[in-house]
């Protein structure tokens, strides 16, 4: 919340609080205890609970709730944390950035990914940050949308990247569309399937699907795709989110599944798995970046976004 100027708190927030009392609540929070926090900051006890004391005195709120065994966050210090964290994570990168100002050749990055949402680029801009520049280092985390986005928002993930369309607006992230992702019928090489020409998806549902969970954002889009065919669900069908598990029923049984286009390139390039020429009507599934509003950018996270879109205009992906 921005302060107005005669606002008689906010001076005193200014005077009274430092990055150390941020990071000290910070730990505490993390930890659940003060004893631990002070191991943590390789400190004494007091010091830690002095800081508490003087960050609750300033905001004139209790952070804590001491309990026997800790202590607990109020709702007043689980918002201060947040953006305790916030402050803290960009004064990382601020200091990131001013020691490697003119070239992005070390730093950290962290990637969350959702399911479905990037397997064509991703990789590939791995490997090519991994090439060109080695000092980076690189964290990717696949997890859902509301698991990943409380660590976009404290700053603990860069970006996010993923299927936009299913996602409500959020007025702390900002998103930019980056391609829209076309969908295939995925089958193991020499499915008794493979071979023929311009299927429909009736000419499948006799086959054996695998479906993704039904509380999956992303099962929706997939019933709609063979509601839109005047077709029901597959009777038969498994319903599953692992993908190794997936893979191996796709590898080694005549089972059938939708999948993003990219998404098992590597077996397809080895001879293991096919595309079946099926046509049904592309979904919209637009693909995208999520990210914090106002946040400024580090060299390292503006050298990801230029990687991402020469691997974007190299795969054709529109």
Known sequence: MTRAKGDPAWPLLISRLSLRHLHFVDKVAENGNILGAARALNISQPAVSRAVREVEKVLDVQL????????????????????????????????????????????????????????????????????ERPGIRISVYEGLYHHLVPGLRAGDLDFIIGRLNQHSPDDAL??????????????????????????????????????????????????????????????????????????????????????????????????????????FEQPDDDVGLFWRRGHQQTPVERYFLKQMHLAIEEMGLK
Do not use: C
């Open 64 to 131: 804590f709730e001491r309990r026997a065994r800790g202590v607990s966050l109020t709702p007043e210090g689980e918002l201060f944390v947040l953006h305790a964290r916030a402050i803290l994570n960009e004064m990382r990168n601020a200091w990131q950035g001013i020691t490697d100002l003119d070239r992005a050749n070390t730093g950290l990055l962290a990637i969350g990914s959702l399911p479905n949402g990037a397997s064509g680029p991703l990789p590939r801009v791995l490997m090519k940050v991994r090439q």
């Open 174 to 279: 900002a998103t930019k569309r980056l391609f829209r992702q076309s969908w295939r019928v995925m089958a193991r090489a020499g499915h008794p399937l493979a071979g023929a020409k311009k299927l429909r998806l009736a000419d499948l549902m006799h086959l054996s699907w695998i479906l993704p969970a039904p509380t999956a954002p992303i099962r929706q889009m997939i019933d709609a795709l063979f509601l839109r065919d005047g077709l029901s669900i597959p009777e038969d069908r498994m319903e599953m989110g692992a993908v190794g598990i997936s893979r191996a029923l796709l590898l080694h049984s005549d089972t059938v599944m939708f999948l993003p286009a990219n998404t098992y390139r590597s077996d397809e390039d080895g001879g293991l798995m096919v595309a079946l020429d099926v046509v």
